[in-house]
């Protein structure tokens, strides 16, 4: 699942470390993550930004333009056969190499 940490600052817990920006997490893994205290608090807050389950090419999108790790849009690339979603994860790797 794909799991935008809005905050400045990165956060681990049970095993699990989000930057900030788009980070890609299993769901069970995430789920351990929002069992600590300090996590569940940040989440309420709204720290956090997931959907589990299928997310529209839109939220995608959005996600994908907020990433900064090459290596996590190169697996939702392999993952993804949407064009949009395709092209969005394409130009988004071209802005992050060119820097």
Do not use: C, W
């Not at 333009?65 to 056969?81: I, P, R, S």
């Amino acid at each position: 699942m794909l799991v935008n940490n809005k905050g400045n600052f990165s956060y681990e817990a049970a095993g699990v470390v989000l930057i900030p920006g788009t980070n890609k997490v299993g769901e069970k893994e995430f789920e351990k993550f929002l069992a600590h205290p300090l996590m569940a608090e940040l989440d309420q807050r709204g720290e956090f930004v997931y959907e589990k389950g299928k997310t529209s090419a839109k939220d995608v999108i959005a996600l994908v333009e907020d990433a900064y790790d090459v290596d996590m849009l190169e697996v939702m690339k392999a993952e993804e056969d949407r064009k949009t979603v395709l092209e969005a994860i394409d130009k988004r790797i071209a802005e992050l190499k060119a820097e």
